[in-house]
């Protein structure tokens, strides 16, 4: 094949020359191009692999369909792999690099695959790697991970910045065809706000291509006139190189724009790419249509093209895919593509058109060879020729170019994406897009309007109409004059018999047409399961090109219409988005809020280490001088409110306000323990199940008065329960009265915990809190001294004597600096959530680390609280299911190393002695662990095959992860004051 560059013609700025380089070859373009006409223009048609046999492919399309051209663009941090060429808009500087190939585009090992092609067919890894089962960690999934995909991943930190923005529109218009630019144009004279979005860099469509004359003047020129005047109505944005990938609900459309990708050097002062939600009152969809391609053997050698393809890229390029073209064609589509080429000085050799009869003209001294089929081609990296059938007589035809054209399918994607079904017309030979309402409309190619009268005409009548409805007056628009023109008309063909190679549906993913007869045999045949049988359709392109001759074949092979077979569901999104392009300024320290405490500051001023924890920023440990490791500032921490007191903050927990007179009841029925006759003035630890019978979370509830409860929940849950409850009051039970409001920002929570807390916190509070007065589990509304309103709460997390006081937000680091100076004489101090962590390990408390969904009461030593006598209580019927309550359920213990030097890691399984590590062997796990200062060394939680039965057993603590093992003696989870003594102090 030899393509070149025309020597005139073109939409393209030859006083613009750009260099660029493929594979590090030197090569030259100029301005307006594509990456793809630019290889063409300099003959470079072998452009990549293809996924599975590594097969020789060239440039097929000239648009966003493209299934071949992927390449990766730039180099180092800002490369951008899977980039289409046909899509990628020229710039100088522009390096481009092959895909899917090794050591080099032309010479690639992987090629093999194509040796090996009768072995591969569809469905093959499903039956191939299936034994033996010990080479599959070894082996198979190493090397299918290492050939999985196209483009490499960058690992290095992305260097673009990217935004994203609101739009607000009467009209979104998609599409900047010939009526997508109408129907701007009616409705921006109406005075309608108008946004026109298309995903080219220069707006005109099919325009761009045309050769016919409107209003006198060519295509292009009245594109650029209709752009211009859209320019000028304030009332109308116009957004290029911008594409709408998603159809949402509200009429809200997801749409990315393309900022600075066509720039060597993107501006620190712009985003490189940048997401816009379009809200639209109405949206007019003008995408056009995709021609199809044919399914013929050896269809998929670099050089065929799509018909189309081949005209766009003489017309608006100046760029010949070959000195000797040939035409195969089921329609007028193809003559148009032969007389294109011949008005440009391109040769023709001969058009192939599979239909008996037909009034298409060919150009003159062009060869015509009706009910003619091609059933291979030549050449290895470029064609050379084509076999031609036609009544059993064979015929090789010399050519380097052969443009195909099957007929046209309407661009619907979005029209589609919420659900409604396309529509089979039996009229246009394609899928039609539904009827989804005035809320979407579909004109020009879209609706199957081929002419670019009809086109016009749709897309000024749809607006006006859309106009109408909004209450603007829009005047019948006075539509461009344009040359007569015939109706083009195709034939369907699927599939082309007699292929002496193979016949290819999806070139990316080189399913030809027998996979898919093998789909059928084997029980695949509805269309869903054929494309993931075939892996047809589910390459990047998403089967923009093949999927309609895959639901064609698959409707000849089942003998019905393709109206019965349907397609594919259609999704957001229509053409691949940047992960950048959808996180926008969420990344680094912005990738999620973060939410302070209310004492932030306060632990920020004690010198605070802090760590992320959810959403929230916690203080982790307050390190002193001297202290060289975080370890040794959390066993200080720890050791000291064992001694004498500390002050933490807990503000992060969940806190839920619930009101009503039948709040006492809701309670009692969200809980698995009792909660209905919980005196005024009282805390009660709580524990939340989920319907099957598993902890869903744990916390406390106070009732501060009768008809008014204070929730409390783990901080990770707070979300969670708080849209549980929301879902309970209002699906549930709707009958009771109950209200509720989570009061998470409004209270600064600290806790105060040690011998000494009393002490210390008497110095603040006015009442009483003596054991007496106030004892364990007690909670009341008080105030501080200085007429500050504040909770009390006698509940510890530590095992220690311990309070915790809630006071508004806006108080709370006054009021901890108050306890800390109170606290000076008493030797206090303030610990984080590492020395929290500690003690409550000590205390054999429990965190989500231990209910992580797979947890019953039971299981956490806790079934004394589930309440076998409660009518009913969320998963109490279905913890009685026998999973749930045999005997050799895991159960929670505690672990002591034998070695007391020895460590211990969460996440660690559980082996008897002797026995070697595997499924059937395992005990258990680790579910939390740490070092005890108090008691001078290594602690864990874990849960152990009826672990409450083995108290003083030895056990095997296997961490393969780590390649460490330790015995260890299981014991009481309660590692310090098993007795609660000192709880209760």
Known sequence: MT?????????????????????GNPLRGFAGDTLASALLANDQMLVGRSFKYHRPRGIVSAGPSEPNALVTLGSGARSDP?????????????????????PSLGFDVCAVNGLLSPFLGAGFYYKTFMWPRQLWEKLYEPVIRRAAGLGRAVLERDPESYEKSWAFCDLLVVGGGPAGLMAALTAGRAGLRVILADEDFRLGGSLLSETETVDGASAPAFAD?????????????????????GWYDDNVFGAVER??????????KLPTERVWRIAAKRALLATGAEERPLVFGGNDRPGVMMAGAVSTYAKRYGVSAGKSVAIFTSGSSGYRTARDLSAKGVAVSTIIDSRPETNDVAPDGVRVIRSGSIVDTRGRRRLSGIVVERSGFEELI???ALGMSGGWSPVIHLACQRGARPVWSDTLNAFAAPDVGNALRVAGAANGVYTLAGCLRDGAEKATAIASELGFNAAAALLPVTEPEVEPSFAAVWYVPGAKSKAFVDFQNDVHAKDLGLALREGFGHVEHAKRYTTSGMATDQGKLSNINAVGILAGMRGVSPAEVGTTTFRPFYTPVSFGALAGTSRDSHATPTRKSPLHEWAKKHGATFVDSGLWFRSAWFPRAGEKTWRESVDREVLNVRANVGLCDVSTLGKIEVFGADAAEFLNRLYCNAMLKLPVGKARYGLMLREDGFVFDDGTVSRL????????????????VMSHIDYCAQVLWPDLKVRFCSSSDQWAQMAIAGPKARDVLQQLVDEDISETAFPFLSARATALRGGIHARLFRI????????ELAVPAGYGEAVAEQIMEAGRAHDICAYGVEALNVLRLEKGLLTHAEFDGRVTPDDAGLGRMFSAQKPDFIGKHLSARYGLTAADRMQLVGLRPVDKDKDMRA???????????STLNDQGWVSSAGYSPVLGQHIALAFLKSGRERYGEKIVVWDKLRDHEVIAEVCDPAFVDPENKKLKA
């Open 3 to 23: 393509a070149y560059r025309l020597s005139a013609g073109g939409l393209v700025d030859r006083s613009k020359v750009l260099s660029f380089t493929f594979d």
């Open 82 to 102: 899977n980039t289409k060429a046909t899509v990628a808009e020229l710039y100088a500087g522009l390096t481009a690099k092959s895909q899917n190939r090794w």
């Open 225 to 245: 006139r209709a752009v211009a005047e859209l320019k000028s109505l304030e009332n109308v944005t116009l957004l290029p190189r911008t594409t709408v990938f």
């Open 259 to 268: 900022v600075q990708k066509h720039v060597a050097e993107p501006s620190t």
């Open 398 to 400: 010399a050519c380097d």
């Open 705 to 720: 008065a009768e008809d008014h409860f204070f929730v409390t929940t783990t901080t990770a849950m707070a979300g969670a």
């Open 796 to 803: 510890s997390f530590s095992g220690e004597l311990a309070f």
């Open 907 to 917: 996440g660690a399984h559980l082996l008897k002695e002797g026995m070697k590590p």
